[in-house]
């Protein structure tokens, strides 16, 4: 097999577990082995494709063959302790025991100010997060104003850091709704990746992932707490006694601009001295 097969047989071997097809990925990339023995890219894909039909002893042989080979490999290490922690707790890590997206090209398609990986905080118990897998889709929860990440089986998995948990519970509480997938989990670190799906009425004109998080997030707060009818309330007293009046768009405008939500009371006070 001369240089360009191989490549060819690389490139074929990354798009059938692209496409879920893992008994094609393993006779392909078992295909590379057999020419070059030291192939990395090879054992690590084919561990990946074992562990995805839950030939666990199969996959754990892939990842040591890769890990001699590159000792500090951070992916097989990662999923050597992914194994170990299946083979202690006797998990079982059958893919038909989870909802699964399939690792198209897109699944994680970023998306400026839709999408956002995020790195979990306070992560959940090590036989929860060792039976994840890439592009699982998971479940986003608020929970006392934080933002938690669950499975199907409500099985905690962690939380969204803190000022990403302020931000998203008022865009959930707001109606809005977002499809979340686990991008890498291991013993210490799962990151999600977050996708906006649909955007609450309330929240329309804000951002879901701004380069600054706390950007408008105190307009968010003031919009939150505010009633949803006190515009239209405000607007329909203003207007009441003044139907047949003509309307200054200038005047309007100015007034608008001078008028302050927080001190409402206040003006009605002044209103009633001045009647007096």
């Known amino acids: 097999m001369n240089n360009i097969k191989l490549t060819s047989f ?31 890219e090879a054992l690590l894909r084919l561990g990946f494709a074992y562990l995805q039909i839950n030939q666990i002893k199969k996959a754990k042989k892939a990842y040591l063959k890769a890990l001699k080979l590159q000792p500090a490999n951070q992916i097989a290490k ?51 997060l060792a039976k994840l897998k890439i592009g699982q889709k998971v479940t986003l929860k608020i929970k006392k104003r934080r933002v938690e990440v669950r499975t199907d089986d409500n099985e905690y998995v962690g939380a969204l850091p803190d000022d990403l948990s302020k931000r998203l519970a008022l865009f959930l509480e707001a109606g809005s709704e977002y499809a979340t997938f686990i991008k890498e989990a291991s013993k210490n670190i799962v990151d999600v990746f977050i996708r906006e799906e649909k955007k609450g009425r309330r929240v329309t004109k804000y951002i879901s992932f701004p380069k600054n998080i706390q950007d408008s997030l105190k307009s968010m707060i003031d919009d939150d707490e ?9 607007l329909e007293e203003d207007t009441t006694d003044d139907e047949e009046q003509p309307v200054d768009l200038e005047q309007l405008a100015e007034a608008v601009e001078d008028s302050d939500i927080y001190n409402v009371g206040a003006h009605e006070e002044e209103d009633e001295e001045e009647q007096e």
């Open 226 to 234: 505010k009633p949803e009818d006190e515009d239209a309330e405000a």
């Open 10 to 40: 690389h490139d074929k071997a990354a798009k059938v577990a692209l496409e879920g097809n893992w008994q094609q990925a393993i006779r392909i990339n078992e295909q590379i082995l057999d020419v070059n023995n030291k192939s990395t």
């Open 78 to 128: 990662n999923n050597l302790q992914k194994i170990s922690i299946l083979e202690k707790k006797r998990i079982n890590y059958d893919p038909k025991d989870h909802k699964t997206a399939l690792l198209n090209p897109n699944l994680f398609l970023n998306i400026s100010g839709k999408t956002r990986v995020i790195t979990l905080i306070n992560i959940g118990q090590a036989d929860v």
